[in-house]
């Protein structure tokens, strides 16, 4: 039992994104959640094992896996894409409406191209405030909306920016962040570290 996601079968989960033909042929409904991650890695499945456990973690612990899966690449992101990444950070350490802002305003700077835009996007979109400019009408953003953002940033990390010979290469990120979203499901505590920026003392 994974003390994060203790759904007794993941037929709830499943149900929040949408499948990939490769995943409905390994996941059904009545199993456990550690037994579909097990499932869909030995297949090496890595992407729909990233999104499931994006969509199976709580908010606040998916957003934390995806900052810390970008982190793993922090040599690769210019200094205003390190920017959005800490947005999701300090939102975390301080989950209100002016991060939450913040984190918005740094993903529409550097372009959704780019995975440290998702997951400050992830922070917009976590269900805690409107989605529109706030002159307009409140509108919340759709259940699990958060989810998607969360497995795009790690999905988007894994490709690119294109990995050198040197790099760990993106099998391994993938395996990298997957273990650290199952240590995350099993409870491990959520230990924040802002990334350095060049130039910030």
């Given at each position: 039992m994974l003390k994060k996601i203790p759904n007794s079968n993941i037929a709830a989960i499943i149900e929040r994104y949408q499948l990939t033909e490769e995943a409905l042929a390994v996941l059904s409904p009545n199993m456990l959640p550690k037994q579909a991650i097990d499932a869909l890695v030995e297949k090496e499945l890595y992407n729909d094992s990233i999104q499931f456990i994006a969509h199976a973690l709580p908010m606040?612990?998916?957003?934390?896996?995806?900052?810390?899966?970008?982190?793993?690449?922090?040599n690769e992101w210019d200094n205003t894409q390190l920017q959005a990444i800490n947005s999701a950070k300090h939102w975390l350490q301080q989950p209100n409406e002016t991060n939450r802002i913040r984190a918005n305003q740094l993903a529409d700077r550097i372009g959704l191209d780019v995975a440290p835009a998702w997951v400050a996007k992830a922070v917009y979109w976590s269900g805690t405030g409107s989605i529109v400019s706030p002159e307009l009408p409140t509108v919340m953003p759709p259940d699990f909306l958060y989810g998607h953002a969360i497995a795009a940033a790690i999905s988007i990390a894994a490709?690119?920016?294109?990995w050198q010979p040197e790099d760990i290469g993106y099998e391994k990120f993938y395996l990298t962040v997957i273990e650290q979203g199952i240590n995350i499901a099993q409870g491990a505590p959520l230990h924040i570290t802002l990334l350095t920026i060049n130039g910030e003392s």
């Open positions: 606040i612990d998916g957003i934390f896996w995806a900052s810390e899966a970008l982190s793993l690449r922090k490709a690119i920016p294109e």
